[in-house]
């Protein structure tokens, strides 16, 4: 993001000082979160298993503000190691008002030669992570009687136009019907949940990888805005659901795609 116009996001006052927990923040979707909130002045912590492009972004936020940042290296697979980074981060920040269930791994699959444990392991990354991250957080969103938990899903979970990824895909459903279940049950805590459903988003290793010239202009005729889907436009939807401009939403599937579904 070196070199690039800094994004203007609106500024929510109610994120001032609040502790806010990402997986995966350290590239991608989850950089650009973890930039957004702490431009909020609110407390970030993240975990990300790339500590080189971890410690690159950490390097940049600091040199740009004195606010610290909270990070921890950590495979988001193994449980316990994800819910001690959790409870560590909310011990330090004094709470946890926010969990963004960020993490993912859209990986090419063969359906048809797909063994156990591949299938296991999208679930592990894509869906267990996800629950059991926002167990720990439940546990001391409840004793405060108030949260916002986040779930970043995917348009796929409603029109699996992305070939070849069926875990990912049957995980990014299963993240929808998760957000639903707890906005029920831990509604009279003052606890939100609300999951946010991107289109193609324009990451670097996305532009890397699937998102080649040839492909893009091809995906963008079937959009209504013949752009890029950009990191910065799934932050702005976070940042207005984690704020008490959104005390009121809950249960619900924001889609940000550029029109495509």
């Given at each position: 993001?070196?070199?690039?116009?800094?994004?203007?996001?609106?500024?929510?006052?109610?994120?001032?000082?609040?502790?806010?927990?990402?997986?995966?923040?350290?590239?991608?979707?989850?950089?650009?979160?973890?930039?957004?909130?702490?431009?909020?002045?609110?407390?970030?912590?993240?975990?990300?298993?790339?500590?080189?492009?971890?410690?690159?972004?950490?390097?940049?936020?600091?040199?740009?503000?004195?606010?610290?940042?909270?990070y921890?290296?950590?495979?988001?697979?193994?449980?316990?190691?994800?819910?001690?980074?959790?409870?560590?981060?909310?011990?330090?920040?004094?709470?946890?008002?926010?969990l963004?269930?960020?993490?993912?791994?859209?990986?090419?699959?063969?359906?048809?030669?797909?063994?156990?444990?591949?299938?296991?392991?999208?679930?592990?990354?894509?869906?267990?992570?996800?629950?059991?991250?926002?167990?720990?957080?439940?546990?001391?969103?409840?004793?405060?009687?108030?949260?916002?938990?986040?779930?970043?899903?995917?348009?796929?979970?409603?029109?699996?136009?992305?070939?070849?990824?069926?875990?990912?895909?049957?995980?990014?459903?299963?993240?929808?019907?998760?957000?639903?279940?707890?906005?029920?049950?831990?509604?009279?805590?003052?606890?939100?949940?609300?999951?946010?459903?991107?289109?193609?988003?324009?990451?670097?290793?996305?532009?890397?990888?699937?998102?080649?010239?040839?492909?893009?202009?091809?995906?963008?005729?079937?959009?209504?805005?013949?752009?890029?889907?950009?990191?910065?436009?799934?932050?702005?939807?976070a940042?207005?659901?984690?704020?008490?401009?959104?005390?009121?939403?809950?249960?619900?599937?924001?889609?940000?795609?550029?029109?495509?579904?």
């Open positions: 993001m070196e070199g690039k116009v800094m994004h203007q996001y609106t500024l929510y006052s109610s994120l001032m000082g609040k502790a806010v927990f990402i997986t995966g923040g350290g590239s991608g979707i989850g950089a650009c979160l973890v930039e957004a909130f702490h431009r909020q002045g609110a407390k970030v912590g993240f975990v990300d298993v790339d500590a080189s492009s971890s410690s690159n972004l950490l390097s940049r936020l600091h040199s740009q503000s004195e606010e610290s940042i909270w921890r290296e950590a495979d988001i697979a193994d449980i316990d190691l994800l819910q001690e980074c959790i409870s560590e981060f909310s011990a330090t920040a004094g709470g946890l008002d926010v963004i269930n960020n993490v993912a791994n859209d990986a090419r699959q063969d359906t048809l030669e797909l063994a156990p444990c591949e299938w296991r392991n999208g679930l592990a990354i894509n869906l267990d992570a996800a629950f059991f991250a926002t167990q720990a957080a439940l546990k001391v969103m409840r004793t405060q009687r108030e949260g916002v938990i986040l779930f970043m899903s995917s348009i796929n979970a409603l029109s699996g136009m992305t070939p070849s990824v069926p875990a990912y895909v049957t995980a990014k459903a299963g993240l929808l019907g998760l957000s639903k279940s707890l906005s029920r049950e831990f509604g009279d805590f003052n606890i939100r949940s609300n999951a946010i459903l991107p289109g193609w988003v324009a990451t670097e290793r996305q532009l890397g990888t699937w998102l080649t010239p040839e492909v893009e202009k091809d995906f963008l005729n079937k959009v209504a805005l013949k752009r890029r889907l950009q990191p910065q436009a799934i932050a702005s939807t940042l207005f659901l984690a704020s008490k401009d959104a005390d009121m939403i809950t249960g619900q599937q924001f889609i940000v795609d550029g029109g495509c579904i």
